[in-house]
């Protein structure tokens, strides 16, 4: 096993995820919520962290707009630096999670943020608009 102090250079490949607000430990715990959300309604959640250009919500549309199954997806777009947080759901799942529940579970999310629970609160979204979704 090699360490690295802070003053060596980061090695080469090193992926850019771990240079984020997550830790290690977060970031599994983040996949895990995701891969139970998929599996359990049957829909393709994602999550985007990072800054979202304004209009913000357009800027979150376009990133559902690119993924691979947009009209089956639901992106969760956070962006801690601007105070954002934005849920997005393609045309067939916003059938199965109507703008009311995605806000709810916005509203509970934005509460674990402000109690400095970044990805506590990400987890907890998608659990409960996986939830609100049910059974493929």
């Not at 983040?30 to 990072?50: C, K, M, N």
């Not at 916003?94 to 009311?100: E, F, G, H, L, Q």
């Amino acid at each position: 096993m090699t360490t690295y102090s802070p003053a060596e250079p980061e090695p080469a490949g090193r992926p850019d995820v771990l240079d984020g607000p997550f830790s290690t430990r977060q970031l599994l715990r983040i996949d895990e919520a995701l891969r139970l959300a998929d599996q359990g309604s049957g829909l393709v959640f994602t999550v985007y962290v990072g800054a979202l250009d304004e209009p913000v919500r357009e800027h979150a549309v376009r990133l559902l707009d690119q993924l691979a199954e947009p009209s089956r997806s639901v992106l969760v777009a956070v962006s801690p630096n601007q105070r954002v947080l934005e849920v997005v759901t393609g045309s067939e799942s916003r059938k199965r999670i109507p703008d009311r529940d995605a806000k709810l579970a916005a509203l509970s999310m934005v509460a674990a943020f402000g109690g400095g629970d970044l990805a506590g609160g990400i987890i907890s979204g998608l659990d409960q608009l996986a939830s609100r979704a049910g059974k493929a």
